[in-house]
């Protein structure tokens, strides 16, 4: 069984940075998309990136190009995400996901049903 733990996440001024961690155990995630999630208050669950097996390709939600950036290190089964230049929307909780079917495109890795493995999420609040 896949067991995904985020953590970073914490309370910044706007305009701050934040990197998060999703650390996975129970198998080596090398072979996985991986992506992040996040759902603010009162709002559905939505896409923020993905990332390819090998970590070579990148799909980015339009709200968060240029200001994050999706990582992975397979070695340490860890998956990253830097949050710069936050702003109060991108408050929400962040979730990492792992998608063990292996397949990446742009288009399918922004589906949430493709996920197979969630963390618990951890709270950004962006403050003004």
């Known amino acids: 069984q896949v067991h995904l733990v985020e953590s970073g996440g914490g309370l910044v001024q706007a305009g701050a940075s934040l990197t998060l961690s999703c650390v996975a155990s129970g198998r080596s995630l090398g072979r996985d998309v991986m992506a992040w999630f996040r759902q603010a208050a009162g709002k559905e669950r939505e896409f923020v990136a993905s990332i390819s097996p090998a970590g070579y390709r990148t799909t980015y939600a339009d709200s968060v190009k240029g200001r994050f950036a999706i990582s992975r290190d397979n070695a340490k089964n860890t998956l990253y995400l830097q949050l710069n230049s936050l702003k109060p929307e991108d408050s929400a909780v962040y979730y990492c996901?792992?998608?063990?079917?292996?397949?990446?495109?742009?288009?399918?890795?922004?589906?949430?049903?493709?996920?197979?493995?969630w963390g618990q999420g951890t709270q950004v609040t962006v403050s003004t």
């Open positions: 996901a792992a998608d063990s079917k292996g397949y990446y495109s742009t288009y399918t890795s922004r589906d949430s049903m493709r996920y197979d493995y």
